[in-house]
């Protein structure tokens, strides 16, 4: 500690610590609230699609997933067409391939139901908590910091000075 923040801390109550870790208390609030309010948001829309039994929000949230399925259906079908006989079986096979398609699409809804929206939503509930206990230590440091103020031989003659003011009837300062 130099000799003007030691001079500082006993005159006006100053923290260079405390004075950096305020504002960041805030910033880290800011951020991790924001950021928690949107997983929990995105999880919740991703949610309500999902559980609406609306075909067409339900295809929206999951279209990135059910494009790769028939992607790959696309190339084994194609990939049998080419390299089969065309025989009763390959036309089977590549009829099957369309029912596979349904089934896997079935089945990852059904598995996403959950999962990644109460992941999102879990995740956008720790974060938003966090962001409040920042704020609560954001507010505390605030407290020390006014409570040090106050402790200065700075603190103390303002609050004595203006003691002294009321007592000679100058009434509240």
């Not at 009829?95 to 596979?100: I, R, V």
């Not at 398609?101 to 974060?127: C, E, F, H, P, Y």
């Amino acid at each position: 500690m130099s000799v003007g923040d030691w001079f500082s801390s006993i005159f006006t109550g100053g923290n260079k610590t405390l004075g950096k870790a305020i504002p960041k208390y805030g910033a880290l609030s800011d951020f991790a609230t924001g950021s928690g309010e949107k997983g929990i948001t995105k999880g919740m829309n991703f949610y309500d699609s999902i559980l609406s039994g609306d075909q067409g929000k339900i295809g929206q949230v999951l279209a990135p997933e059910i494009k790769t399925i028939q992607d790959q259906a696309g190339q084994q079908k194609k990939t049998t067409a080419e390299m089969g006989n065309r025989s009763g079986g390959n036309n089977a096979a590549i009829q099957m391939t369309g029912d596979k398609v349904r089934s896997a699409t079935n089945d990852m809804v059904s598995s996403l139901l959950g999962k990644a929206a109460d992941t999102s939503i879990s995740a956008g509930l720790n974060l938003f908590g966090q962001g409040v206990n920042a704020l609560g230590n954001q507010v505390d440091a605030s407290q020390i910091q006014m409570k040090n103020w106050e402790d200065s031989l700075f603190g103390q003659g303002l609050t004595k000075g203006a003691g002294f003011l009321e007592g000679i009837g100058l009434g509240k300062v």
